[in-house]
């Protein structure tokens, strides 16, 4: 369980993370999103203890990361954002070195077969590929089976079946009462994997609630060419124009759909390029933070 | 403590297939810490005090390097790896890391001073000491505080390919204290040599002369030592970076 009432971190004069709150429950995928510098991987390390937050609650498992901090990283699994290996060491001499430091620590194969490379235990990590060394790190977070586990930038250049594979791991643990706090540029991931989410803009969390929920109340969109010789007032429905392309912002956006296709078959047109989107997490991140 | 041990043994693991550990730490202390002295007593046979003196000055040169040089190179190395952070996200809690880490370097730099010892009894003839316990008391106290202050040094070294460069003026005021050069010291105010036996190596030395000859002040060794353990302590305490990042 992880717990971050108005969380305060600054590097000298530079606020990175502004009194942001939110909490994350066993068996609950939460997802912190936000672009580049918005200050996720800042709150990852003040909840894994790696330095001290200046204001505010932090508490994972009801324990202080920083003054617990032994017991707090005996029950937490964590994916740095960036972190080193030794590169001369082959893969499976990494995770078994890693287990002398893990109390309880799975067994090298189980945790390179959870992260997919099993059939690269033999190599040197120097010799991997960018997303095997992903999947070596996701490896080592396991380890320990931990309660908590922090993913920072999980599949950043994982392929297509290796993020699925990481997937499939997340639900699986999630599903074993496992609270994971996720960060990721991708958002069909975090739509996919998270339950609840949070997006952060320059240290605030610009909006906040359950996946579901939150992209219930927003507006799908239909979008089509707009008919030569037609001008956006004739349109049944209120659109914005983008060159060509008219866009319709409707909260069903099937039913929008329909009404236009009508109205162009009454009056004999065709909607080129038709294309019905209902909301995505995509959108409600560009306006969150738009409005930032 | 089985933690502590964990990350030690790892070190020593590591500490056998690195390169640079075997090219500077092994094989120039093993090279200067036993050839330069068996020149000497080649060149001058008989003057086993002047042997003595040359073994002294070398082991606080080879200490140096393998205790102060090699942990400030390696700490440098994992900090700037991010290797210091990888495990710091284990259970693993800061002492135990740096504690483990300068173990084993603490451990390689005795066993590398004891061989060094032991080749120049049996292959140069240098004289065996009055009281043994109190020299392997003192190269095991010395290997640790110097690996100590490697460690608290890394906090001078922005970046790890400097390490060595920067650490250089140790392993030369080491040298010129211990007159691992020869007596050059004697040529210069006097002042300095009595600045440069307050190097840490001068309480090394200070104390292996001790155990040798039983001139010198074993306390006022004993006492070196544990002020720079202070410093060194206190250095890492509230000035060590465990990443490159600065905050
Ligand atoms: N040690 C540090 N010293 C100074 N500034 C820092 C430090 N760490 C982070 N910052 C700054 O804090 C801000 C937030 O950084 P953070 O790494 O938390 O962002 P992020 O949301 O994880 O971004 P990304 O998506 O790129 O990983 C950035 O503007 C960064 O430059
Ligand atoms: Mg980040």
Same mark, same amino acid.
């Given at each position: 369980?992880?717990?971050?009432?108005?969380?305060?971190?600054?590097?000298?004069?530079?606020?990175?993370?502004?009194?942001?709150?939110?909490?994350?429950?066993?068996? &609950? +995928?939460?997802?912190? @999103?936000?672009?580049? *510098?918005?200050?996720?991987?800042? $709150?990852?390390?003040? /909840?894994?203890?790696? !330095?001290?937050?200046?204001?505010?609650?932090?508490?994972?498992?009801?324990?202080?990361?920083?003054?617990?901090?032994?017991?707090?990283?005996?029950?937490?699994?964590?994916?740095?954002?960036?972190?080193?290996?030794?590169?001369?060491?082959?893969?499976?001499?990494?995770?078994?070195?890693?287990?002398?430091?893990?109390?309880?620590?799975?067994?090298?194969?189980?945790?390179?077969?959870?992260?997919?490379?099993?059939?690269?235990?033999?190599?040197?990590?120097?010799?991997?590929?960018?997303?095997?060394?992903?999947?070596?790190?996701?490896?080592?977070?396991?380890?320990?089976?931990?309660?908590?586990?922090?993913?920072?930038?999980?599949?950043?250049?994982?392929?297509?079946?290796?993020?699925?594979?990481?997937? &499939? +791991?997340?639900?699986? @643990?999630?599903?074993? *009462?496992?609270?994971?706090?996720? $960060?990721?540029?991708? /958002?069909?991931?975090? !739509?996919?994997?998270?339950?609840?989410?949070?997006?952060?803009?320059?240290?605030?969390?610009?909006?906040?609630?359950?996946?579901?929920?939150?992209?219930?109340?927003?507006?799908?969109?239909?979008?089509?060419?707009?008919?030569?010789?037609?001008?956006?007032?004739?349109?049944?429905?209120?659109?914005?124009?983008?060159?060509?392309?008219?866009?319709?912002?409707?909260?069903?956006?099937?039913?929008?759909?329909?009404?236009?296709?009508?109205?162009?078959?009454?009056?004999?047109?065709?909607?080129?390029?038709?294309?019905?989107?209902?909301?995505?997490?995509?959108?409600?991140?560009?306006?969150?933070?738009?409005?930032? | 403590?089985?933690?502590?041990?964990?990350?030690?043994?790892?070190?020593?693991?590591?500490?056998?297939?690195?390169?640079?550990?075997?090219?500077?730490?092994?094989?120039?202390?093993?090279?200067?810490?036993?050839?330069?002295?068996?020149?000497?007593?080649?060149?001058?046979?008989?003057?086993?005090?002047?042997?003595?003196?040359?073994?002294?000055?070398?082991?606080?040169?080879?200490?140096?390097?393998?205790?102060?040089?090699?942990?400030?190179?390696?700490?440098?190395?994992?900090?700037?790896?991010?290797?210091?952070?990888?495990?710091?996200?284990?259970?693993?809690?800061?002492?135990?890391?740096?504690?483990?880490?300068?173990?084993?370097?603490?451990?390689?730099?005795?066993?590398?001073?004891?061989?060094?010892?032991?080749?120049?009894?049996?292959?140069?003839?240098?004289?065996?000491?009055?009281?043994?316990?109190?020299?392997?008391?003192?190269?095991?106290?010395?290997?640790?505080?110097?690996?100590?202050?490697?460690?608290?040094?890394?906090?001078?070294?922005?970046?790890?390919?400097?390490?060595?460069?920067?650490?250089?003026?140790?392993?030369?005021?080491?040298?010129?204290?211990?007159?691992?050069?020869?007596?050059?010291?004697?040529?210069?105010?006097?002042?300095?040599?009595?600045?440069?036996?307050?190097?840490?190596?001068?309480?090394?030395?200070?104390?292996?002369?001790?155990?040798?000859?039983?001139?010198?002040?074993?306390?006022?060794?004993?006492?070196?030592?544990?002020?720079?353990?202070?410093?060194?302590?206190?250095?890492?305490?509230?000035?060590?970076?465990?990443?490159?990042?600065?905050?």
């Amino acid at each position: 369980m992880i717990q971050v009432n108005g969380l305060t971190k600054s590097y000298g004069d530079f606020q990175a993370v502004k009194g942001i709150s939110f909490e994350a429950l066993p068996g &609950e +995928v939460f997802a912190l @999103l936000g672009r580049n *510098g918005a200050g996720k991987t800042t $709150t990852i390390e003040v /909840l894994a203890g790696f !330095q001290p937050a200046d204001a505010g609650q932090a508490r994972v498992l009801g324990l202080d990361p920083m003054k617990d901090r032994r017991q707090v990283r005996r029950r937490t699994g964590i994916m740095l954002q960036e972190a080193g290996f030794f590169p001369d060491l082959t893969v499976v001499q990494t995770v078994e070195s890693w287990r002398a430091f893990t109390p309880a620590a799975r067994p090298a194969h189980e945790a390179l077969e959870l992260a997919g490379l099993l059939d690269r235990s033999a190599t040197k990590v120097r010799q991997l590929s960018g997303g095997e060394k992903r999947r070596l790190d996701l490896a080592l977070a396991l380890l320990g089976r931990p309660d908590v586990l922090f993913l920072d930038e999980p599949t950043t250049g994982m392929d297509p079946e290796a993020r699925r594979n990481t997937w &499939e +791991v997340v639900r699986a @643990l999630a599903a074993e *009462g496992t609270t994971i706090l996720l $960060t990721t540029h991708y /958002l069909d991931e975090a !739509q996919r994997l998270a339950t609840r989410m949070a997006i952060m803009d320059r240290g605030e969390i610009v909006a906040s609630g359950g996946m579901a929920e939150t992209l219930a109340t927003q507006a799908g969109r239909v979008s089509f060419e707009l008919p030569e010789g037609i001008s956006p007032q004739e349109l049944p429905l209120p659109v914005t124009m983008a060159g060509a392309v008219a866009t319709c912002r409707a909260e069903d956006p099937d039913l929008a759909a329909q009404r236009l296709l009508s109205w162009a078959a009454e009056k004999g047109l065709r909607l080129r390029g038709l294309e019905v989107r209902t909301a995505s997490l995509e959108d409600l991140f560009l306006e969150g933070i738009g409005n930032a | 403590m089985r933690d502590f041990m964990a990350v030690a043994r790892f070190g020593g693991r590591l500490y056998w297939r690195d390169k640079v550990a075997l090219s500077t730490s092994v094989a120039l202390s093993l090279g200067l810490g036993i050839g330069m002295p068996f020149l000497m007593a080649k060149l001058r046979p008989g003057d086993s005090g002047l042997l003595l003196d040359m073994h002294l000055g070398l082991l606080a040169m080879i200490m140096t390097l393998s205790a102060l040089l090699q942990a400030a190179v390696n700490l440098s190395a994992r900090r700037d790896q991010l290797i210091l952070k990888r495990m710091r996200a284990t259970g693993l809690n800061d002492r135990e890391i740096i504690g483990g880490e300068l173990a084993n370097i603490a451990a390689q730099a005795v066993l590398l001073a004891l061989v060094v010892t032991v080749v120049l009894y049996v292959a140069a003839g240098m004289p065996t000491p009055g009281n043994p316990l109190v020299l392997v008391a003192f190269v095991v106290a010395g290997a640790a505080v110097l690996s100590l202050l490697g460690a608290a040094w890394t906090v001078a070294i922005s970046r790890a390919e400097l390490a060595a460069a920067v650490t250089m003026p140790w392993f030369m005021l080491a040298g010129l204290g211990a007159g691992g050069f020869g007596p050059i010291i004697q040529l210069l105010p006097s002042w300095v040599g009595t600045v440069l036996n307050l190097l840490p190596t001068g309480g090394i030395v200070e104390g292996a002369r001790f155990a040798y000859t039983g001139e010198g002040n074993v306390l006022l060794a004993l006492l070196n030592l544990a002020v720079w353990t202070a410093i060194g302590l206190i250095v890492l305490r509230y000035r060590f970076r465990w990443e490159p990042r600065k905050s």
